[in-house]
């Protein structure tokens, strides 16, 4: 009879209750995960804004990501790089134009623009960078003004270096453009370079006088920002 009374306790119900307590053990976890797993948008907002930053990307709310479009040649057209070498290519074969990954060049030779060891702007050279300047103001891009010398002394110009005649011959490129012919000032940045970046080698004339001049880069939006 004792044996009749345990097995009659063992009932095949028990399992029910096992398996109820196991559904809300589950269903207890899954909650706490969903909890866990909830973000605050306002906060990933700000996350992705200031990933962008560092970065340079521009990401969506939904988290697709946009690679910003690189510069292209065209960025600066190729109209005004044709009217600069109309320009400069009817005034003097001092000047030229070219392109390089900073953006277009007007390369002012000092012949045409200064006399030699000078830092004052000749007056025949007054229209073609009265030229160049409307065009410079048809367009929003910044401008890097840069002199360059050759590498013989500065002789009995009343400069003591290299340094400071390119310094002061791009300063004298851009107060004409500014004061002259009204361009915003807060477009231009000016830099001396000396004899540190010579287009051809110092060992001839001719070298020597390629060396010798105003560099007018107009740069790229991406370029301008590096600097």
Known sequence: M?????????????WVVSYADFITLLFAL????????????????????????ALGTETSRQGSTVIPELDKPSQISEGIEYELRGVVGSFSKDLNVRRDERGVIVSLGEGSIFA?????IKESSLKVLAEL????????????????TDNLPVG???YRSNWE???????????LFIEKFGLPPERFIVAGYGKYKPLRENTTPEGRAKNRRVDIVILTDREAKML
């Open 2 to 14: 004792r044996r009749k009374s345990i097995e009659d306790n063992d009932s095949p119900d028990r």
């Open 30 to 53: 899954f909650t706490t995960l969903y909890a866990i797993s909830v973000v605050d948008t306002q906060k990933l907002g700000k996350f992705a804004d200031s990933l962008n930053a």
């Open 165 to 175: 005649i390119s310094t002061m011959r791009a300063v004298s490129v851009l107060r």
């Open 156 to 158: 009995s110009s009343g």
């Open 133 to 148: 300047s409307l065009i410079l103001k048809g367009i929003s891009n910044k401008v890097l003004i840069e002199g360059h």
């Open 116 to 120: 030699p060891g000078s830092v004052e």
